[in-house]
Every structure is written in C-alpha cells, then in structure tokens.
C-alpha cells in the first residue's frame, strides 16, 4: 500500500506491523526475582538538586524584593550610587 501525498507523490509501500516477542515469564520455584531498577544519570541527579535549591533561593529573592518594595514606598530605600553608575556606564558602552 503506498500513501499519497501533496503534489502526487508517493511515500512508498507500508509494511505491516511488526510483533515484538514477549518476554518469557519464569516460573517462582524457589529462586529469587530481581526488581527492575531505573538509575538516572548524574546530570539528571544534579538538575534534581538544584531544582530543591532553585526554590529555597526563590523564596529569599521574594523575601528581598518585598523588602525593596517597602523601602521604596517609605522612602527611606538608598541605592548605592557608585554601582548605578559603574552600570550604568557598563550599559552605555556595551551598546555602542
């Protein structure tokens, strides 16, 4: 059987399906059956840690922007001058 395609081409004939054998089942007769065990590797276990960490530090961002927040509405919030400008000027030359 050969699909159709756009413009009258044709993908090519379609085999039929093949079966996969299914695995043998072995009878318990006194001998011990291991477990199947799934082991991800270690840049998987480590994204896992971070994840953990990334949500610890989300929460004390919050907790320091709430603060800004507050000093700002109040007043009383005084940036440290030198670093606005040390940025600002990084910022201005960077998009020349």
């Given amino acids: 059987m050969a699909i159709d395609g756009i413009g009258g081409k044709s993908f090519g004939p379609i085999s039929g399906v093949k079966k ?5 089942k072995t009878q318990a007769t ?3 059956q291991t477990a199947d065990k799934v082991q991800f590797s270690s840049v998987l276990q480590e994204a896992q840690r971070t994840k953990g960490t990334d949500s610890a530090a989300s929460a004390e961002r919050a907790a320091k922007v709430e603060t800004l927040k507050q000093q700002i509405a109040e007043g ?3 940036p440290d001058l030198q670093k606005v400008a040390a940025s600002l000027l990084r910022f201005l030359v960077e998009e020349r």
Avoid: E, I, L, R
């Fill in 20 to 24: 996969t054998q299914k695995p043998q």
């Fill in 76 to 78: 009383s919030y005084q």
């Fill in 30 to 32: 006194g001998t011990a």
